[in-house]
């Protein structure tokens, strides 16, 4: 979540950024990011692996840049005195902290690295800001930062780690303000690296609250982190609850947990090490295709058998915190017998359920459990798309000679009386149909072309020749760029090898996969642009890989390629058709005998024209064709012949019929009635 806001803000007029960060809840794997850190010791002892979720609930807050402090403001949950926290050191004048409304405070520090590490080993309220703010200043030379924390829906001290969140906060605020150009991982590393300042001393997965409200695994080994997102299959409605345990002690829980590592010496300590280790990755592996499917009977069994195992192999190193009373009570109670699928402990055993009524379940807890409070948390499919992919590689030998001296897709097009790329109208449009993360994969050649208009400032003598529009533009440029990553693929090997270059960019998750020399105008009377038409046909099958199409006639089939349907299901509706063949560029004859669609005229065909929504199946797919020499007629490496692959042997492919206009910018002709098309209706 991410806005581009103006207005005074902490007496500034410059625009500043709105950000949310969420809790995180551990579902499967608690303490085994903790335990698979020992191996920097004990090279037996078993990787960790936790699959986490962001929470429905979070951080809210607006960011700017400061001049040359470190301003927090921050509400401060209703259950803590806000004067308590107050601090007016007259030794330490680097830093104050003041009360500036009901239930707000004020974190006002000097930018110096002395006085931000003395918040953040003092503990309290602010120290994870400073701690953050810390580490950044070490490795980058920053000026400050304005955080203004204006919302929590976040609970603290609930194990929703909301430390945590705050950390990712302020090193999201970082990148982002500073153009640091860091990915997710690395404002995890510096939320990490920050928290590890303050007393607090966290574990590794708390940090993927980064990741937002998505499913995600987790495996340690050693100091390696790596992380990997996964999908569900159907919505997974949980309750949260927290059982309001008396005198839990975390740190006793971890102490006597951790007694047992690296080396174990008896066999208690031995059960330790197999419930942390091979029974985890066992119960994580069948739980994640559980997942997947959205399997919610089976993964009530699994927390059933995961609280099973925990009880037997850890409470006997910690039996005064883990006594495991009040969750027992809970998850026992008969009227929530006919209610849940299953429950157990998370996070240092609270105790989280899945359930078939949630609504009734919360209602059981909270007349018969009056001291407890529950939280609702829902795993949506996660076939949503949140990353773009931008094909840009191209050369474009029809407009030679220009094309020798800039790229088809920095050709000039005149939208909303502005003149841009034709790049540029793609990455408008793709975040405004929400897009988080675009990727830009492109020649060596066109890599500085692109830094100048998504990444270079101008300088101040061309900064001051614009106009107050121009100027505003500049503004929003730079917003935009924050989205876009460069990838240069470095030997034209053809699209599917140009897409196979953006792998570890989607990290396992699905994508939009846009050619950029088509130029898309969308007639969709929603006024939903191209992109929000395809990214919602996809949502609405459930994340089926999807290609865009557009009726054509029996001349044109040799210019894209084609996709025979099941049937043709006429407009108005946006409903998706079921691939049945595809060919890339075939001749009429073959077209006219093997790619009709029922329904359609005989002289009539739908091309696809390069706008795919795709799941992350189709890299393998790619990489096998480039392992096996697999190449097209031309000798290039063919998108088309993996989704071909995908449709047989992995899953189906459907075809949605786009509302709107292309414009192939690759034809002299085209090119030229985009320019008109575009310019007459801004």
């Given at each position: ?18 950000l949310?960060?969420?809790?995180r ?7 085994t ?11 037996s ?27 927090v403001?921050?509400l401060?949950?209703?259950?803590l ?6 601090f ?10 003041t ?12 930018m110096e ?8 080993v003092?503990g309290?309220?602010?120290s ?6 810390c580490?950044?200043?070490?490795d ?6 304005e ?7 976040l609970?603290?001290?609930k ?11 302020m ?9 640091l ?18 007393p ?14 998505r ?32 005198g ?6 971890l ?11 008896d ?17 994580c ?6 997942l ?9 069994l ?11 192999k850890?409470?006997?190193?910690c039996?005064?915190?883990?006594t495991?009373n ?7 109670h008969?009227p929530?017998q ?10 240092s055993?609270g105790?989280g359920?899945?359930?078939?009524d ?8 909270s007349?018969?459990f ?8 829902t795993?949506?499919p ?17 407009h ?34 929400g ?22 400032k101008?300088?101040?003598q ?14 929003r ?14 030997k ?15 990290n ?6 846009v ?11 929603k006024?939903?642009?191209c992109?929000?038409?395809?990214l ?15 009726r ?8 894209y ?17 079921k691939?049945?063949m ?17 329904n359609?005229s ?11 929504a ?6 393998p ?14 000798g ?18 459907n ?28």
């Amino acid at each position: 979540m991410e806005e581009e806001f103006s207005g005074e803000f902490g007496g500034y007029s410059d625009p500043y950024l709105s950000l949310f960060v969420p809790g995180r809840i551990c579902l499967f794997g608690e303490h085994t990011d903790w335990s698979g850190a020992f191996r920097r010791f004990n090279s037996s002892i078993a990787v960790g692996s936790t699959i986490v979720s962001g929470t429905n609930q979070g951080l809210f807050a607006r960011v700017r840049k400061h001049s040359s402090k470190l301003i927090v403001h921050s509400l401060l949950p209703s259950n803590l005195n806000p004067d308590d926290f107050c601090f007016n050191d007259e030794s330490d004048r680097s830093y104050t902290i003041t009360k500036t409304g009901d239930h707000r405070l004020t974190l006002e520090a000097e930018m110096e690295s002395a006085s931000l590490k003395a918040i953040a080993v003092k503990g309290g309220f602010f120290s994870y800001a400073a701690g953050v703010a810390c580490k950044i200043l070490t490795d980058y030379k920053v000026s400050g930062l304005e955080v203004d924390n204006y919302k929590s829906t976040l609970p603290v001290a609930k194990g929703l780690s909301s430390s945590a969140a705050v950390c990712v906060l302020m090193a999201r605020a970082f990148n982002r303000v500073f153009e640091l150009k860091g990915t997710t991982r690395f404002e995890m590393e510096y939320a990490y690296s920050g928290e590890n300042l303050t007393p607090s001393r966290c574990g590794r997965m708390d940090q993927a609250c980064a990741f937002g409200q998505r499913l995600t695994v987790l495996t340690y080994d050693a100091d390696d982190l790596d992380v990997k997102e996964i999908s569900v299959g159907k919505p997974l409605h949980y309750l949260l609850v927290d059982l309001a345990f008396p005198g839990k002690s975390t740190t006793q829980i971890l102490q006597g947990l951790q007694s047992a590592f690296p080396f174990p010496q008896d066999d208690t300590q031995r059960a330790a090490h197999h419930l942390f280790g091979a029974f985890n990755l066992g119960i994580c592996e069948r739980a994640i295709e559980a997942l997947r499917v959205g399997d919610a009977a089976q993964l009530g069994l699994l927390m059933v058998e995961a609280q099973r195992e925990f009880q037997s192999k850890a409470q006997p190193l910690c039996p005064a915190q883990l006594t495991m009373n009040l969750a027992n009570k809970v998850l026992n109670h008969p009227p929530l017998q006919p209610l849940i699928f299953g429950g157990k402990g998370v996070g240092s055993q609270g105790d989280g359920t899945v359930q078939k009524d949630r609504d009734s379940v919360a209602s059981v807890i909270s007349r018969d459990f009056p001291s407890m409070t529950s939280l609702p948390l829902t795993l949506e499919p996660t076939g949503k798309i949140r990353k773009a992919v931008i094909l840009a590689a191209g050369f474009g030998n029809n407009h030679y000679p220009a094309t020798a001296a800039i790229s088809i897709v920095f050709f000039p097009i005149v939208s909303e009386g502005v003149t841009k790329p034709a790049l540029l109208l793609h990455v408008e449009e793709l975040d405004e149909a929400g897009v988080e993360e675009i990727a830009i994969v492109c020649q060596p050649g066109d890599v500085a072309a692109i830094r100048a208009l998504f990444h270079n400032k101008l300088s101040a003598q061309n900064f001051s020749k614009l106009g107050p529009s121009q100027k505003a533009f500049a503004k929003r440029l730079k917003m935009l760029g924050l989205k876009v990553k460069i990838i240069v693929q470095d030997k034209q090997e053809g699209m599917g090898h140009a897409v196979l270059c953006a792998k570890e960019f989607c990290n396992d998750e699905p994508f939009l996969l846009v050619i950029a020399h088509h130029l898309m105008k969308s007639t969709c009377e929603k006024k939903r642009n191209c992109f929000e038409q395809l990214l919602n046909a996809f949502d609405d099958a459930g994340g089926v890989d999807t290609i865009a199409v557009r009726r054509v006639s029996s001349d044109c089939v040799s210019k894209y390629g084609v996709a025979r349907c099941s049937t043709y299901l006429e407009p108005p509706n946006l409903k998706p058709m079921k691939v049945t063949m595809m060919k890339e560029k075939p001749s009429s004859a073959f077209a006219s005998e093997n790619l009709r669609t029922p329904n359609l005229s005989p002289d009539t065909f739908l091309s696809f024209f390069g706008l795919y929504a795709l799941k992350p199946h189709v890299f393998p797919t790619i990489k096998a064709h480039l392992d096996s020499n697999v190449r097209s007629e031309n000798g290039t490496f063919n998108l088309t012949d993996a989704l071909v692959t995908l449709n047989k042997q992995v899953s189906q492919v459907n075809a949605i019929e786009i509302k709107g206009n292309r414009y192939d910018l690759t034809m002299p002709e085209k090119y030229v009635e985009a320019v008109q098309v575009m310019s007459s209706s801004s």
